[in-house]
Each structure stands twice: as structure tokens, then as C-alpha cells.
């Protein structure tokens, strides 16, 4: 302003300073409506989160409908499932874009996105604290229709010191590579990092498989009474988070080799490692009460 109103005051008509006047006006306030003058990121409009809710719903709807034996169950469950998978492919590669390409990014975005990975973390979290309750609300007091004994009268359990312990061994192996190969990007190693992710994606895939095989070589399903549904419910959902987390690592072994990642940038890493080792306690936590405490 003290620009323009120089200008002005050199200008030798009324008339002319007037449409100096304006006309830089204009152009100053064109440019500073352009200008972001803010350290936040303002993200485009999308019709992702719509689609992803509505696939969600699918999914769930899907898959009750398909455990009560109705007609469409299954057809649901797999349409909601390849929903879910599309639109995190999707929402995932906007936000890489977003931060890689276009910078957007800042410090203070990255402290945004750290609360809200925490906070995700928080409810889920809260998921798992409802099926231990429920499997600690039957284990405690059993009820007479089970025998008043956990576990029920014909359930023969898993024995913890097999492939319950094998898969914890795994798992806690797993954190750490992937606690090395986030030491490593913050070194600037770029190959101990690949070394790191890769070993630690492997590990997830071997610990999936044996718990496939623990599911295969199960003498109870999740039908069978209190105790399958409890069992198969917490571990399952363990295993779709296992799952998830395998992408999750998966995809920033892809953006590491693609040198997506830097010594100050590397969030994407960081909010994977978050939830890796949320995975490893959880499964901790499933295998002591579960496994351990509730199979003797």
C-alpha cells in the first residue's frame, strides 16, 4: 500500500494517479488471494471419502449377511472388499502426490498427520478392548451351558509353546527390522533401509501363513459356542491388520526405492512403523491372554 500510494503522490494527474491507484490495487489483491499465506494444507475436494463409506458399509453389511447364511452375502462382501482396496490405492496416491510432488507437507501439516495417526491408533485400540472384554467376560465367569469351565468342554486349544509362539517370535522379530530400517533412512542409508523393509514384509508374510495354518489345523470353528467366536474374532481381526500393516510397509518399500523418502521427510515410513509395532503389541497382548492364559 505505501507502494502504490508513492506511486500515486509522483503521478502528475488526478485522473491518472486514480487509475494507477486501482489498477495496482487490483493486481496486489488478485495476487494475495493466489498467494497461501499459511503453513497448512488445504486438500483438494474429493469424492473418495463418499465411495470409501459406502464400500465400508458393503463390506460389513456383506459380510453379516453371508455369517447368517442369507442369499447376496457373499457378493456384497467382495464388492465392499474391492471398494475399500480401490479407494485406499487411490487416496494413498493423492497423498504421495501431495507430499512428494507438490510439497505440501510442511512441519506443521506432518504434526497433524502424527496426532492423527496416533488417534487412529487410539480407536483401534478401542476395538481390540472390546473383544478382550468379551473373552475375559466369558473366561471369568463361565456359564453353565459351556460346563462352567474355560475352555468349554470340547475344545481342544492351540498349545501356546507351538505356532502361537512361533508367530510371537516372528512378530517381535519383525519390529525389529523395521525399527532398523527406520535407524537407517534417518542415517541416510538407503540400502540397510530396503534390506530392513524387505526382511520385515517378509516376516509379515510368514507369520500370516502360519496363522492360515493354525486357522486350516483348528479342530473348532467360529461357530462353535463363546469360545470360537471370541477366538476367531480377536485373532481374525489381528490378522486383518496384519494384513493391512503388510501393504502399508509394502508400499513404502515401493516409495524407498523410488526415493520418495528423505532424513527430515519421511512421515509415510513413520505412521507405518506406528502401526507395525501397534500390530506386535496387540499380538502380545492376544497371545498371553488367549493363547497362553486361556488355553491351560
Same mark, same amino acid.
Given at each position: 500500500?505505501?507502494?502504490?500510494?508513492?506511486?500515486?503522490?509522483?503521478?502528475?494527474?488526478?485522473?491518472?494517479?486514480?487509475?494507477?491507484?486501482?489498477?495496482?490495487?487490483?493486481?496486489?489483491?488478485?495476487? %494475495?488471494?493466489?498467494?497461501?499465506?499459511?503453513?497448512?494444507?488445504?486438500?483438494?475436494?474429493?469424492?473418495?471419502?463418499?465411495?470409501?463409506?459406502?464400500?465400508?458399509?458393503?463390506?460389513?453389511?456383506?459380510?453379516?449377511?453371508?455369517?447368517?447364511?442369507?442369499?447376496?452375502?457373499?457378493?456384497?462382501?467382495?464388492?465392499?472388499?474391492? @471398494?475399500?482396496?480401490?479407494?485406499?490405492?487411490?487416496?494413498?496416491?493423492d497423498v504421495v502426490r501431495?507430499?512428494?510432488?507438490?510439497?505440501?507437507?510442511?512441519?506443521?501439516?506432518?504434526?497433524?498427520?502424527?496426532?492423527?495417526?496416533?488417534?487412529?491408533?487410539?480407536?483401534?485400540?478401542?476395538?481390540?478392548?472390546?473383544?478382550?472384554?468379551a473373552f475375559f467376560a466369558?473366561?471369568?465367569?463361565?456359564?453353565?451351558? +459351556?460346563?462352567?469351565?474355560?475352555?468349554?468342554?470340547g475344545i481342544n486349544v492351540?498349545?501356546? +509353546?507351538?505356532?502361537?509362539?512361533?508367530?510371537?517370535?516372528?512378530?517381535?522379530?519383525?519390529?525389529?527390522?523395521?525399527?532398523?530400517?527406520?535407524?537407517? +533412512?534417518?542415517?541416510?542409508?538407503?540400502?540397510?533401509?530396503?534390506?530392513?523393509?524387505?526382511?520385515?514384509?517378509?516376516?509379515?508374510? +510368514?507369520?500370516?501363513?502360519?496363522?492360515?495354518?493354525?486357522?486350516?489345523?483348528?479342530?473348532?470353528?467360529?461357530? $462353535?459356542?463363546?469360545?470360537? %467366536?471370541?477366538?476367531?474374532?480377536?485373532?481374525?481381526?489381528? @490378522?486383518?491388520?496384519?494384513?493391512?500393516?503388510?501393504?502399508?510397509?509394502?508400499?513404502?518399500?515401493?516409495?524407498?526405492?523410488?526415493?520418495?523418502?528423505?532424513?527430515?521427510?519421511?512421515? @509415510?515410513?513413520?505412521?507405518?512403523?506406528?502401526?507395525?509395532?501397534?500390530? $506386535?503389541?496387540?499380538?502380545?497382548?492376544?497371545?498371553?491372554?488367549?493363547?497362553?492364559?486361556? @488355553?491351560?
Amino acid at each position: 500500500m505505501f507502494l502504490i500510494l508513492l506511486i500515486v503522490g509522483s503521478s502528475p494527474t488526478t485522473s491518472f494517479n486514480c487509475f494507477i491507484f486501482f489498477t495496482l490495487f487490483t493486481l496486489m489483491s488478485i495476487f %494475495s488471494f493466489y498467494t497461501q499465506r499459511h503453513a497448512f494444507h488445504l486438500v483438494d475436494p474429493s469424492v473418495l471419502p463418499f465411495i470409501t463409506a459406502i464400500s465400508a458399509l458393503s463390506l460389513t453389511l456383506g459380510s453379516v449377511l453371508y455369517f447368517h447364511g442369507h442369499s447376496g452375502g457373499l457378493e456384497s462382501t467382495f464388492f465392499g472388499l474391492f @471398494g475399500v482396496l480401490t479407494c485406499m490405492f487411490l487416496w494413498w496416491r493423492d497423498v504421495v502426490r501431495e507430499s512428494t510432488l507438490e510439497g505440501h507437507h510442511t512441519n506443521i501439516v506432518q504434526l497433524g498427520l502424527r496426532y492423527g495417526m496416533i488417534l487412529f491408533i487410539v480407536s483401534e485400540v478401542m476395538f481390540f478392548f472390546a473383544f478382550f472384554w468379551a473373552f475375559f467376560a466369558a473366561a471369568l465367569a463361565p456359564v453353565i451351558e +459351556i460346563g462352567s469351565i474355560w475352555p468349554p468342554k470340547g475344545i481342544n486349544v492351540f498349545d501356546p +509353546i507351538e505356532v502361537p509362539l512361533l508367530n510371537t517370535l516372528i512378530l517381535l522379530c519383525s519390529g525389529a527390522t523395521v525399527t532398523y530400517a527406520h535407524h537407517a +533412512i534417518t542415517c541416510g542409508n538407503k540400502v540397510e533401509a530396503v534390506f530392513g523393509l524387505v526382511l520385515t514384509v517378509v516376516l509379515a508374510a +510368514i507369520f500370516t501363513g502360519f496363522q492360515a495354518f493354525e486357522y486350516v489345523s483348528a479342530d473348532f470353528t467360529i461357530s $462353535d459356542g463363546i469360545y470360537g %467366536s471370541t477366538f476367531y474374532m480377536a485373532t481374525g481381526f489381528h @490378522g486383518f491388520h496384519v494384513a493391512i500393516g503388510t501393504i502399508f510397509l509394502t508400499v513404502c518399500l515401493v516409495r524407498l526405492t523410488l526415493n520418495h523418502f528423505t532424513i527430515q521427510h519421511h512421515f @509415510g515410513f513413520e505412521a507405518a512403523a506406528f502401526y507395525w509395532h501397534f500390530v $506386535d503389541v496387540v499380538w502380545l497382548f492376544l497371545y498371553v491372554a488367549v493363547y497362553f492364559w486361556g @488355553g491351560v
